[in-house]
């Protein structure tokens, strides 16, 4: 789930930070600029595990900083496909079921991906899947908001989100008639659009046994150890009936 990964930076230290040793300042100035960020076809980047390698420190014409060369290595969430992981449910839409680990909150289950059959129930904002019963009914068992789920990483998107620059202008009334204001607006992109593009995003499934609610295994595994405890009970009551008829005679 967690993996390091080598990474190479020019680190910039401004003059107030000279009081620092140099390694420690590149920490603190590392960790500034990649803690909880997501690098492309990297991860999500956590924490700085350690410096491999110091460059040279120069100083720039014009620039009091110092800029140094530095290999190191980094702590970055991402996790492997068919990793198995246990989070909570955050919420739940026709898209799917929305996972959450407290850290990271961009993993979908889509409805292909559910326990079938199963449907989404519009009131209660839950996905609930009909469990078969042995006598041909099913029992509905719903996925509610908060609830721990375990789900197998099935894939994972990484997507180029480019910064938002400032709003267009407004054209004034007046000045370029209709015709000008519509051709503008069906060339420019939506910068909503552009903003709500999400970088990092795990695609996951708990279509197989023993994955989705723990809550629905937890009950069954009890059941099941109740069951079969009643067999062992029956058991040894015939053993000793055995050895007792076997004593009369």
Known sequence: ????????????????????????????????????????NV???????????????????????????????YIVFRPMVGDVITGKIRSCSREGVHITLGFFDDILIPPSALQHPSRYEETEQAWVWEYPLEDG??????????????????????????????????????????????????????????????PYRIVAAINESGLGLQSWWVQQNQDE?????????????EQEEQEEASEED
């Open 137 to 198: 009914n099913t029992h509905d068992l719903y996925m509610d908001i908060g609830e721990s789920i375990k789900f197998r990483v099935s894939g994972e998107v990484f997507e180029e989100s480019s910064p938002i620059g400032p709003p267009d202008q407004e054209v004034p009334s007046g000045s370029g008639g209709s015709g000008a204001g519509t051709g503008g607006g069906s060339g420019s992109t939506n910068p909503a659009q552009e903003s709500n593009k999400t």
């Open 43 to 73: 991860g999500l980047c956590i924490a700085l595990k350690d410096i491999v390698k110091l460059g040279h420190s120069i100083i720039l014409p014009g620039d009091g900083a110092s800029h140094t060369e530095v290999h190191f290595r």
């Open 225 to 237: 150890g109740e069951a079969d405890e009643e067999d062992g009970e029956g058991e040894e009551q």
């Open 1 to 40: 789930m967690f993996v390091l990964a080598e990474l190479k930076d020019n680190v910039r230290i401004a003059p107030e930070l000279f009081r620092l040793k140099l390694p420690e300042a590149i920490k603190e100035q590392i960790n500034r600029k990649l803690a909880n960020k997501v690098l492309l």
